[in-house]
């Protein structure tokens, strides 16, 4: 049985190493495009071939992944002249890699079943090295027939795939875990400022916390990395894309009536690291605006 072809729009921090463990590990033909040229040139280097613009892409190719900054330019991207919309065929399959709102992204669904495709919601989890490593987590939401045809696909860039239910759910799935994380960054920062004021080595903290119940990913990637070193890169996952997804979980509390005082003062956090120019390094950053730094 042939491989399908492998449709690839948004070549970013995630997109870009994702596109090329699609083609480098599993040995798709990949056809892809991006707003900056040089990420297609790096991956034509491996054989990605370059689509002159999106309608080429998914006319194309049988399956076309998304990696996009936000739901606002995925609905963009599927609406636009000659988008993706435009150019679905019957029985294709447009996969959603960013994180997007969830009714945003129910809708999206619909308006790709009309065109007789499918689509599913996929969104990443993990950091920009597992991105590279192709160690992703991939939380997906649709279809299961559709799933365990995109699955092996997804498995170039990811180790851990789970099937959420239907479409929307990898979309619940992922906001909530960012809503965690971003909850668990602010209280590793917390822990941070209260030990170098009380004299303890924030370092030997979070070590020892690494060997209690207070372990976590968060600990060992945002706490260790990040907030001990005060390394917050740029191009990574900055404040304000975190404020963004953020945001998403924010309206799925008040559709359902949840009330979130942790989000919301992180989401408080987020405003203010923006204010004093922050907005653009890894989100982490919060930990300078608690500790005052």
């Known amino acids: 049985m042939n491989k399908p072809v492998i449709g690839f729009v948004g070549l970013g921090v995630m997109g870009e190493p994702m596109c090329r463990n699609v083609r480098v590990r599993g040995g798709y033909r990949v056809i892809a495009t991006d707003l900056d040229a040089a990420p297609i040139a790096r991956l034509g280097v491996h054989g990605v071939e370059a689509g002159s613009d999106v309608g080429a892409v998914v006319r194309g190719s049988d399956i076309v992944f998304a990696s996009l900054p936000s739901g606002r330019v995925l609905e963009a991207l599927l609406h636009g002249r000659d988008g993706v919309l435009d150019n679905l065929r019957e ?11 969830v009714a945003l992204t129910r809708q999206l669904a619909d308006a790709v079943a009309a065109r007789g495709a499918r689509y599913l919601d996929a969104p990443v989890a993990r950091t920009r090295q597992a991105a590279e490593d192709g160690t992703l987590s991939v ?9 365990r045809e995109v699955e092996p696909v997804i498995a170039c860039f990811a180790s851990d795939i789970t ?10 799935t992922k906001i909530l875990n960012n809503m965690v994380l971003f909850e ?7 822990a941070a400022a209260i ?8 370092a030997l903290l979070f070590d020892t916390l690494t060997k209690g119940s207070a372990d976590s990913f968060a600990l060992r990637n945002h706490g ?9 890169p740029e191009r990574s996952f900055s404040v304000e894309y975190a ?4 945001a998403y979980a924010l309206e799925l509390a008040a559709d359902f009536g949840v009330d979130v005082d942790g989000a919301r003062r992180v989401d408080r956090l987020f405003d203010r690291a923006i204010e004093e120019g922050m907005g653009d390094q890894y989100h982490p950053v919060i930990s300078k605006v608690i500790d005052g730094r």
């Open 243 to 246: 404020k963004k997804d953020l």
């Open 184 to 190: 668990t960054v602010a209280a590793l920062s917390e």
């Open 163 to 172: 099937h959420c239910g239907g479409v929307g759910n990898g979309q619940v």
């Open 91 to 101: 029985g294709q399959m447009f996969v959603d890699l960013g994180t997007s709102p």
């Open 224 to 232: 260790l990395k990040a907030i001990i070193p005060q390394r917050f």
């Open 195 to 202: 030990a170098r004021r009380a004299g303890l080595d924030p």
């Open 139 to 147: 939380m997906v939401g649709g279809d299961v027939d559709t799933f």
